[in-house]
């Protein structure tokens, strides 16, 4: 049955929505719109007219379509290259989805969704349809095809996991900015000893190349040996510029909101760094640099005009 224009309209008033939950679930823009655009498929080829809530319907299409996706993702980053890392979203973009309570922040912050890689397909989506988008246990029930007592017990699971990471500082815009400007101050300045400061004793850092740029395939672990690598990254030369095709520019931001520096060539995004900030320092490092996962930001970067003026240039 071909679908009437108010049909398509109310798949389009529930795709940001949907896209949101699939960003979470997936830790993939292009994956989520993917997996976004199948669940319009399906619409398409459904008898809408059966279907008595639209909004349930395309949520449990898209999350069970979600699910199917990890579970082949799991198998896939076997064979990944190096470090696997979500793909980072830059402020305002709206595939983040609701920010309202600091519930829903939390839920898409960068260290999270790292987090959420070490929980099943279920747990997670459990906890993302639930601490993310407020769905109660007896909808989320219907959706996952489980009891409500079982949507429960998975939340609270899933929850502990979470929660078992460090406790992150809640800062503002104006905050954040700062530390990535401390934060770069140290990392260029030639010594170990500023970034050494900044850091928790436990720190590491990771980096995320997908085979495509280079990066370490094993992370960087202890404040002295994060902060020598970066002191060593953050020297300029000629190789790195011939690596990447240009001067880079490195501009501070906000990244799933978190404290973040983008480095920028001839207007492209070519890496994206997330700061996680504890009460007792910086307790992570992670830098995505595969090009298939800044496209995204790289297409808001351009549109955005959001540069303003870099912190620095190697």
């Known amino acids: 049955m071909a679908l009437l224009t108010s049909d398509v309209d109310r798949f ?3 795709r940001p929505r949907l896209e949101a939950i699939a960003y979470r679930l997936l830790g993939s823009a292009s994956e989520a719109e993917d997996a976004v655009q199948e669940t319009f498929l ?13 909004e349930a319907w395309l949520t449990k299409v898209l999350t069970n379509l979600c699910l199917n996706l990890l579970t082949s993702a799991r198998a896939r980053r076997e064979t990944y290259v190096g470090q696997w890392l979500p793909e980072p979203l830059l402020a305002g973009d709206p595939m983040l989805g609701p920010a309202d309570t600091a519930e829903q922040r939390e839920s ?10 070490r929980l099943s397909p279920s747990e997670r989506a459990v906890y993302v349809l639930r601490e993310a988008f407020d769905y ?17 017990q998975i939340f609270h699971r899933a929850k502990k996991h979470v929660a078992a990471g460090k406790a992150r500082a809640r800062i503002d815009e104006a905050a954040a900015r700062a530390i990535v400007a401390e934060f770069l101050a140290a990392a260029t300045s030639g010594r170990t000893e500023p970034l050494v400061r900044l850091l928790t004793q436990d720190a590491v850092s990771v980096g995320d190349g997908g085979g495509k740029v ?17 002191r060593g990254l953050f020297k300029p030369s000629d190789a790195k510029r011939a690596l990447v095709g240009g001067a880079l520019e ?38 995505q640099v595969n090009p298939d996962k800044l496209v995204r930001a790289s297409e808001r970067w351009a549109a955005g005009r959001l540069g303003g003026t870099p912190l620095h240039t190697l």
């Open 12 to 14: 389009e008033a529930a």
């Open 108 to 117: 898409v912050s960068y260290a999270v969704l790292v987090l959420l890689e």
């Open 42 to 54: 399906r619409w398409q080829a459904a008898d809408v007219r059966q279907i008595e809530v639209p």
């Open 250 to 287: 490195i501009y501070a931001t906000i990244a799933n909101g978190e404290p973040a520096f983008v480095a920028v060539v001839d207007g492209r995004v070519v890496g994206i760094t997330c700061l996680e900030v504890t009460e007792e320092g910086i307790a992570a490092v992670r830098s």
């Open 136 to 152: 109660p246990h007896r909808e989320i029930a219907e959706i996952l095809d489980i009891t409500e007592a079982a949507s429960q």
């Open 214 to 230: 280079p990066a370490r395939t094993k992370a960087f672990e202890g404040a002295l040996a994060v902060a020598r690598f970066l």
